[in-house]
């Protein structure tokens, strides 16, 4: 072979080897990279746990004020739920209903300074802003990052005017009104509209969701969560007026109301309102209220207000207002709203369903009870005489003196 074609072929070979060569080491740095790669993974993985959600932190005690129907609702359900739970309210007998073990008194708005939390269950504006703005109110004595939940029915002004006072304080404050009546804030059934900082809502939700079956979070102006609850509010009015007077029509025509009660809310109208409302109307069941008519009055009077403010016309909530002003006036203040239903029956000339003297001795005593509210309007004292801003602590014994007759709060 010549020479020249003997040396052509022995560099062929050894580009050939070298290639290979150079193939075989990446081939390993790559398996070495790998197994590098792994047990990095592997050992990030056993060392550090994947970053968890921080849980709030939970309340180290809760105070209640106004221990109405709701507020005692909301008081006994947190304590069973394991809260530790401080109450106060303007009168003695309603915080010793209440007092149990998990649940103490108060003996006056000073001793809720501890609370990282305080619900506020009060009738309305003037109420609300007594207790939080007065003397030695909750903005005076909370502390700094401390929470002020209002569950009561007032107006979005009062909200807005709460909501930048606590701000200034370094406080917040969560609107957080409710849907639904005392019976079903026993049984934890209501349904909650919140509003507020995202953050102090973040830490009140699971006390939230505690109290109703279903929190609504509105968004961060806590006014709106107040304005959802005043349209809620007119819209039930309205249809407790439509069954009314469909009711009372029925009646006149000789059709058992119960007939048409059973077909209108086994047919289109089987909503949750039709059937509550429309049921109280339909047997007179108009004691013990859920929500006297003074309150009823107050709440449509608040949502007609702020129609005005937005240039929004309601022309139909402002005759069920009138309507409810004239249950006030016939002195049925002591009546649930729901007896624009008797209103709606006595205009078209009907007697009552069951009359006071009939029925059994619950009946008869319920009736009786209903009777004498018809017959005379009790005396509403002002807000200010019921939560004096000058005399925080000092209550008064007998309850029967609060408006609405065992000082419904809301």
């Known amino acids: 072979m010549p020479q ?60 209640v004020v106004g221990l109405g129907r709701m507020g ?48 506020t269950s009060l009738p309305d504006d003037d109420a609300l802003a007594s207790v939080a703005t007065g003397p030695q109110g909750l903005l005076d004595m909370l502390a700094t990052g401390a929470i002020h939940i209002s569950m009561s029915t007032v107006s979005p002004p009062l909200s807005r005017h709460l909501a930048a006072a606590h701000a200034a304080r370094s406080q917040n404050y969560v609107s957080a009104p409710i849907l639904g009546n005392p019976d079903m804030a026993h049984t934890g059934d209501v349904f909650i509209l919140a509003a507020g900082p995202h953050a102090a809502i973040d830490t009140v939700r699971p006390l ?24 809620a509010n007119v819209l039930t009015a309205l249809t407790m007026q439509g069954v009314a007077e469909v009711l009372a029509l029925l009646r006149k025509g000789g059709i058992d109301h119960r ?43 608040l949502a007609l207000a702020e129609a005005e403010r937005y240039s929004a016309p309601m022309p139909t909530a402002s005759l069920v207002h009138d309507r409810l002003v004239t249950m006030v006036a016939h002195g049925w203040t002591n009546l649930d709203w729901s007896a624009l239903g008797l209103l709606a029956a006595r205009d078209a ?21 209903i009777q004498t509210d018809k017959m005379s309007a009790l005396s ?21 003196e609060a408006i609405n007759a065992g000082h419904v709060t809301r």
């Open 349 to 369: 000339g009907l007697p009552d369903i069951i009359p006071p003297e009939s029925g059994t001795a619950d009946r008869t005593t319920e009736q009786a009870a």
């Open 72 to 119: 005692r609702a909301f008081a006994e359900n947190l304590g069973a739920a394991g809260y530790p739970i401080i109450v106060w309210d303007a009168f003695q007998a309603q915080i010793d209903a209440v007092v149990r073990p998990g649940i103490i008194a108060a003996a006056n708005l000073a001793d809720l300074a501890d609370c990282d939390v305080v619900i």
């Open 259 to 301: 007939i048409g009660f059973d077909i209108l809310t086994n047919s289109l109208f089987d909503s949750r309102v039709h059937r509550t409302y429309g049921g109280k109307i339909a047997n007179e069941r108009y004691s013990p209220p859920g929500m006297p008519a003074p309150l009823a009055v107050k709440d449509l009077r």
């Open 4 to 63: 020249g074609g003997f040396s052509t072929q022995k560099s062929s070979v050894m580009l050939r080897l070298d290639s290979i060569s150079r193939a075989i080491s990446a081939m390993a740095r790559i398996r070495t990279d790998r197994r590098s790669s792994a047990a990095i993974v592997a050992a990030a993985s056993s060392s550090t746990p994947s970053p968890q959600p921080a849980k709030p932190a939970r309340p180290r005690l809760v105070g």
């Open 380 to 400: 509403v004292r002002p807000i200010d005489q019921v939560y004096p801003p000058s005399t925080a602590g000092k209550r008064s014994a007998d309850p029967g």
């Open 208 to 231: 939230l969701e505690v109290l109703g079956q279903r929190l609504f979070v509105i968004g961060e102006e806590a006014a709106a969560a107040n304005l959802m609850k005043l349209a």
